[in-house]
């Protein structure tokens, strides 16, 4: 894995926006990079898309081979297809079209209004994930944001929605679908244990061992990590054997490898960082490559991702990538 990665969450939805990331991903791999994230409901489906026509081209052009790359991916939101519906009732009846009157899931595997674990919903998401990003296998596979269901399902009942989940999961990675699979969480390995979408990552690994043994495919957890966001590396949030362990370390202790999202925590680190901050990392020539190079040189972070919509931003984000991590 590349130390950093390239991300593809922000932006509209549309085809001059899909053109920039697309120049960016075909960047970012020349570049050295060889992690690429996104999920299926990143932009109404688009930034899949636009993954799989930059690895067509790169893999026309023999720029690199399929198995120098990780292509990574998430599923757990209903998707859009392509644009925002004008309206609740053409995106209620965009539910009931491809969801609901096809056996997919039910209504009551629904939470929020748009999210979902039930088996059968992740099993079509992999499956249109493949198709959007051109591949015959998902090297990493996350279930995106679980914890959004906690509050309203209660632990015990999501325990059991979590089981079902990575025994989907499981089957894929038997079929080839996928590689291996994970959690990626925007709130649940950073909060407290007592709140009420707080993720135990032991707990979750239990679950995996539960289904596979210890040969279980659960390897890899995506969370925020940054200058502003540092909970993973400074506070105690996990309990592992009854000791109290921030995430990173109970991460290392569980053997999970741990990928950082929100590096500049959607270009808000870019720029104006405090001039402590500026002391402390003087190598680095802008404010994006100091926040960067903060995730990159965290301990037990293996990759720091960022999202990158111009080859400009590759340049500059990549030129850390030859100076030790800080």
């Known amino acids: ?34 992690v690429i994230d996104s999920a299926i409901n990143y932009r109404c489906q688009r930034s899949e898309r636009l993954i799989g026509r930059a690895l ?15 292509v990574c991916t998430k599923g757990g939101y209903v998707p859009l ?7 609740r009732e053409h995106y209620n009846a965009m539910l009931d079209r491809e969801y609901f009157d096809r056996g997919v899931m039910r209504r009551e595997d629904v939470v929020g209004g748009g999210h979902c674990l039930a088996p059968s919903f992740l099993t079509d998401q992999i499956t249109r994930s493949r198709a959007n990003l051109g591949v015959d296998s998902i090297d990493y596979y996350y279930v995106h944001n679980p914890e959004q269901e906690l509050p309203a399902l209660g632990s015990e009942m999501f325990r059991r929605r979590m089981v079902r989940a990575f025994e989907a999961l499981e089957a894929r990675v038997e079929a080839g679908d996928i590689g291996v699979f994970g959690c990626a969480t925007w709130n649940g390995f950073r909060v407290a244990p007592d709140a009420r979408d707080h993720l135990s990552l032991e707990e979750l690994v239990a679950v995996a061992r539960e289904v596979a043994g210890d040969a279980h495919h659960f390897r890899v957890v995506q969370l925020p990590v940054n200058l502003a966001m540092s909970e993973a590396l400074r506070a105690q949030t996990q309990l592992v054997g009854g000791r109290a362990r921030t995430f990173i ?3 290392m202790e569980l053997g999970i490898t741990v990928v950082a999202s929100a590096s500049l925590m959607q270009a808000s680190l870019a720029r104006s960082l405090p001039a402590a901050v500026r002391d402390a990392l003087p190598r680095f020539d802008t404010d ?17 991702l960022v999202g990158m919509r111009d080859p400009a931003h590759v340049r500059e984000n990549m030129a850390i990538a030859t100076t030790e991590p800080a």
């Open 56 to 70: 067509a081209a790169l893999l026309a052009k023999g720029t690199v081979q399929r198995d120098e790359l990780l």
């Open 288 to 304: 994006a490559q100091r926040a960067l190079a903060f995730v990159r040189g965290a301990p037990g972070v293996t990759t720091a």
């Open 1 to 34: 894995m590349s130390s950093i990665g390239i991300g593809t969450y922000l932006g509209e939805c549309d085809d001059r926006e899909d053109a920039r990331y697309e120049r960016a991903v075909r960047a970012a791999v020349d570049a050295g990079v060889n």
């Open 249 to 251: 370390e109970a991460a």
């Open 81 to 87: 297809d392509g644009a925002v519906p004008d309206s």
